[in-house]
């Protein structure tokens, strides 16, 4: 399976609440970064994870704490089917990043698991799976661009014909994303509790042009993650001053992510930015599909 990074064009952010989750009106974009995950038929049930030179050998917890353990755990509880089997994820999402790399394995875990044990689960089934285990995991099963609103996990694709070319900038040091919010709720006690709709980002990609989508992107978490690491807005001014169309924080960060004009500049801004003292610079394109199966034996 292949599974795919998203970033938030949109992410307008409200006031707690009851429940203690925001609730968000947001834009997501699958975009072509991905983790691969592998699964095969065995008696026990085991998972291993493979991490790029560039990352941390603890970033991503095993046995137990993985998102995938949940994943598998709560499709076989659904079914009532004991679970087996030996996944194996070889990552490349910044881990921790705002890219909703757990989220991407997890929508992966399901669509293959449902397949290795032929369960034959229904697709709102499966979305209300993914909707348990995390805001996002809707949104990967999906792909694409979406909208999602509620904390996220209600989503409904929206017409989007455009390519776009991104660079990603991952930062060393993974960001929590509950601090975030923390944060956020701290520099904006007043946050109104109907989050900024997403209109004119909405108008923006249905245009197909570069420079209006440039000015409707909008992330509320943005402050607060700069606030917390002012390398970002650092980071942000440089990409913007070396030619991206505009950069963002991508979701709760510290990836930042800077929208290019085409290919050809992405490529160029990459190397520019790598030159500039970022080890891991990426360019990727959006949109592109969820979480999907690449080959089957
Ligand atoms: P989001 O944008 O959805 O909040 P994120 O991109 O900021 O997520 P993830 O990479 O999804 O963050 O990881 C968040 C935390 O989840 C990590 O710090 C890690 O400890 C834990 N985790 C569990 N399983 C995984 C996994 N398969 N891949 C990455 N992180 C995982």
């Known amino acids: 399976m292949r599974a795919p990074a998203k ?5 307008g952010v409200g006031a707690p609440r009851e429940d203690g989750y925001h609730p968000l009106v947001t834009v997501y974009q699958a975009v072509g970064l991905y983790d ?9 049930w085991s998972l291993g994870v493979n991490l790029p030179d560039w990352m941390d050998d603890d970033a991503v917890p095993l046995a137990g704490d993985n998102i995938v353990d949940r994943a598998a755990d709560l499709l076989a509880a659904h079914h009532g089917v004991e679970r087996t089997g030996e996944v194996h994820i070889a990552k490349a999402i910044p881990v921790a ?12 875990a399901l669509v293959a698991l449902d397949r290795l044990w032929g369960l034959g689960t229904t697709d709102d089934d499966l979305l209300g ?13 999906l792909g694409g661009t979406a ?8 989503v409904t694709p929206v017409d989007d014909r455009g390519t776009w070319w991104w660079v990603v900038v991952p930062s060393d040091t993974g960001l929590p994303t509950p601090e975030v919010y923390r944060h956020f709720d701290k520099m904006f006690s007043d946050a109104p509790s109907q989050p900024v709709p ?8 249905a245009t197909g ?28 001014e440089r990409g913007e001053e070396a030619g ?7 979701g709760s960060g510290p990836t930042c992510v800077f929208l290019c004009g085409s290919a050809d500049h992405a490529r160029s801004l990459a190397a520019d930015l790598s030159g500039a003292g970022h080890p891991v610079v990426l360019a990727a394109n959006g949109p592109v599909a969820g979480a999907h199966l690449v080959s089957y034996a």
């Not at 440039?214 to 942000?236: F, K, Q, S, V, Y």
């Open 129 to 141: 799976l993914a909707a348990q285990l995390g805001s996002d995991v809707p949104f990967a099963l």
């Open 244 to 250: 991206a169309l505009r950069g963002l924080v991508s």
């Open 97 to 108: 990043g705002g890219m909703a790399g757990g989220s991407a394995d997890a929508a992966a």
């Open 7 to 11: 970033i938030n064009l949109h992410l």
């Open 209 to 236: 042009d570069t420079w209006a989508l440039a000015d409707a992107l909008h992330n509320d978490l943005e402050a607060a993650a700069i606030d917390l690491r002012p390398e970002l807005g650092r980071l942000i």
């Open 147 to 154: 909208l999602g609103v509620g904390r996220g996990e209600l």
């Open 36 to 44: 691969d995950l592998t699964a095969r038929q065995a008696a026990d």
């Open 198 to 205: 997403a209109d004119a980002l909405l108008e923006a990609i």
